[in-house]
């Protein structure tokens, strides 16, 4: 029985940090640890207007937790940071920001889609709030929360989707919400990176990332379909029964490829 996954408040360590990622990424070299790629970092000159404690900070509470807990993530995306375009690398950061913080990607699946199911074109920091104080109240903080914890998580939430481009500001507490969808490269790397993290074909297509782009199983059969015509994978369907054949064997292979088209 997996262990079960409480809301944290890491997201006030920072929030999509999209141009302070892209800079350690540059700095990451395969192997390193979060203190080597601090150290690392603060020689690099890249950094000049962040204090020390800061970037130890967004080292160990931000960008180790998204994209240096899986293996292997920091060093996929560091070869891709060049040849992908700023829209799709960010994309790829949202996934694995959403999966290092719950309460990110529950807000996403359960708020930002369903608003936009019925047809609202915005959101507001109470939305965000009566979510959080919900959530709080049904246990799923490891401690309850206080009223001033509470607002700044949600205000936290808003941030970071507008980081990431689901959201846009429209005035101090409300935000529009943006045409979000999954870019093709972006679909074919989660796919190859749900095969190879030991997932079924059937549970690739039900995986929960991909309700983070509002995507439905049938959206997902759809969206696999694509990638067959394409010739990145081979995709079957009868009735809810899928197989998946995967043309490249590993995720370097695949990158090469989806990089240069």
């Not at 920072?14 to 700095?27: A, D, H, S, Y």
């Amino acid at each position: 029985m997996s262990q079960k996954r409480y809301y944290t408040t890491q997201l006030q360590a920072g929030l999509g940090l999209l141009e302070e990622t892209r800079q350690l990424l540059q700095v990451y070299q395969p192997g390193m640890s979060a203190s080597q790629l601090c150290e690392a970092a603060l020689a690099s000159g890249r950094f000049p207007l962040v204090t020390a404690r800061r970037l130890r900070n967004i080292v160990a509470e931000c960008f180790a937790p998204r994209y240096m807990r899986p293996p292997h993530v920091a060093a996929l995306l560091k070869s891709l940071a060049d040849r992908f375009t700023t829209v799709e690398l960010n994309q790829l950061l949202f996934i694995y920001t959403a999966r290092a913080n719950l309460v990110l990607a529950d807000f996403v699946r359960e708020v930002y889609w369903a608003r936009y199911s019925a047809g609202r074109n915005d959101l507001q920091l109470e939305d965000a709030r009566t979510f959080v104080a919900n959530s709080v109240r049904e246990g799923k903080t490891h401690k309850p929360w206080s009223e001033t914890t509470i607002k700044r998580i949600s205000s936290y939430l808003l941030g970071c989707c507008t980081d990431y481009g689901l959201l846009t500001t429209t005035g101090r507490n409300q935000r529009s919400i943006a045409a979000y969808r999954i870019l093709p490269k972006v679909a074919a790397y989660l796919a190859y990176d749900l095969k190879f993290s030991g997932l079924g074909d059937n549970q690739i297509v039900s995986s929960p990332d991909w309700d983070l782009f509002g995507l439905e199983r049938a959206d997902v059969r759809d969206q696999l379909k694509r990638l067959s015509l394409q010739g990145l994978l081979i995709f079957q369907a009868a009735s809810d029964v899928v197989h998946i054949g995967w043309t490249y064997k590993s995720m370097e292979e695949l990158i090469d490829v989806i990089a240069q088209s």
